[in-house]
């Protein structure tokens, strides 16, 4: 059975830092690419960041160096640190790995002074 958890989301002011972590269980990731996603209110789900099986990494353009994405593949997950949080960066993020349908049931970040 396949599950993806994510965590690390709450409530924080604009500035601070969250860390949020994917962990699977039922796959394997370590030949996968790992993506974070994120979906704003009343918008479309968007790539935050990726990271591939040899670690090549790209941002958003919205990330403007705030944001760190990396993995440990010996314990299947992945995290994302973001720093210099913004009340735009409210919304649920996800984690998705490559070539599976399979999807996390989101950490909620909301940044509110």
């Known amino acids: 059975q396949v599950q993806l958890v994510e965590s690390g989301g709450g409530l924080v002011q604009p500035g601070q830092s969250l860390r949020l972590s994917c962990t699977a269980s039922?796959?394997?990731?370590?030949?996968?690419?790992m993506e974070w996603y994120r979906e704003r209110p009343g918008k479309q789900r968007e790539v935050v960041a990726q990271?591939?099986?040899?670690?090549?990494?790209n941002y958003g353009d919205f990330v403007k160096g705030r944001f760190s994405i990396s993995r440990d593949n010996s314990k299947n997950s992945a995290y994302l640190q973001m720093n210099y949080l913004k009340p735009e960066d409210s919304a649920v993020y996800y984690c998705?790995?490559?070539?599976?349908?399979?999807w996390g049931q989101g950490t909620q970040v909301t940044v509110s002074a």
């Open positions: 039922g796959i394997e990731v370590g030949f996968r690419a």
């Open positions: 990271i591939t099986s040899t670690g090549v990494i």
């Open positions: 998705y790995w490559s070539g599976t349908n399979y």
